[in-house]
């Protein structure tokens, strides 16, 4: 079975400052992908970043970059430059990429809320 | 190109009603996925349509259904709601074997 985990149920950081979020995954299979997602107190759930797991570079996005390491099964998100908007909850999530792309399921970890002060 | 629509925003209903959100994706979008979000159970998966047909499912009880029309719109119905479904409900669309879901604002449903 696939399991996200999130171990920082809250943060702080100061503006301008860089900031790590943490996420381990389990599973079994050999191909999958890991998202980070942005989740304002209005609800919306905002696509950040993207990583296969074949890929052979960490992806970047802006000041967001994913810290991929696939030994440890750890897929953390650093936010450089942090903003006052960044503050939010961010979900990691993770999606099999076996049977032919034939499902979009999501598994989502438990969040951890950000705050950003300044 | 517009984002990912879902209608309402905001729904009260009573306990035994019943209740149909609604979810337009982005154009040319063709698989849309819904899930639960909960202070407690976090978030879930619901189920996930493509082309109309429905080709995943979550753990939920049979009160929890859905379909999609052949603009690939899509429409969840939840019977005899419980107190329990109080949630917010978010739908996801994404391309033909692209690898990122896009998500709506949600539909907050309070259930009294």
């Known amino acids: 079975a696939q399991k996200i985990t999130q171990t920082q149920p809250g943060m702080f950081v100061q503006e301008k400052e860089a900031v790590t979020l943490d996420c381990t995954y389990d599973?079994?299979?050999?191909?999958?992908?890991l998202f980070w997602y942005k989740q304002p107190s209005s609800g919306e759930m905002i696509f950040l970043i993207y990583q296969g797991s074949y890929d052979q570079q960490n992806a970047t996005e802006g000041r967001y970059s994913l810290n991929f390491q696939k030994a440890r099964k750890s897929a953390n998100l650093v936010i450089s430059a942090s903003q006052l908007g960044d503050s939010a909850m961010y979900f990691c999530a993770m999606r099999s990429l076996n049977y032919g792309g034939a499902t979009n399921k999501l598994i989502f970890g438990t969040g951890t809320l950000l705050a950003v002060q300044p | 190109k517009a984002g990912v629509t879902q209608t309402p925003r905001y729904l009260i209903k009573t306990r035994g009603q019943q209740v149909t959100l609604s979810c337009s994706p982005i154009?040319?979008?063709?698989?849309v996925s819904w899930y639960q979000q909960t202070p407690g159970q976090g978030l879930q998966f619901l189920f996930e349509?493509?082309?109309?047909?429905?080709?995943n499912k979550g753990n939920f009880p049979g009160r929890f259904s859905g379909r999609q029309f052949s603009n690939s719109r899509s429409e969840m119905n939840v019977s005899t709601l419980e107190l329990g479904d109080s949630a917010l409900y978010l739908c996801?669309?994404?391309?033909?074997?692209?690898?990122?879901?896009?998500f709506g604002p949600g539909t907050r449903l309070t259930v009294l």
């Open positions: 349509y493509f082309s109309e047909t429905q080709r």
């Open positions: 599973t079994s299979d050999p191909s999958y992908g």
């Open positions: 996801a669309s994404s391309g033909y074997n692209t690898d990122t879901q896009y």
């Open positions: 154009s040319g979008h063709r698989s």
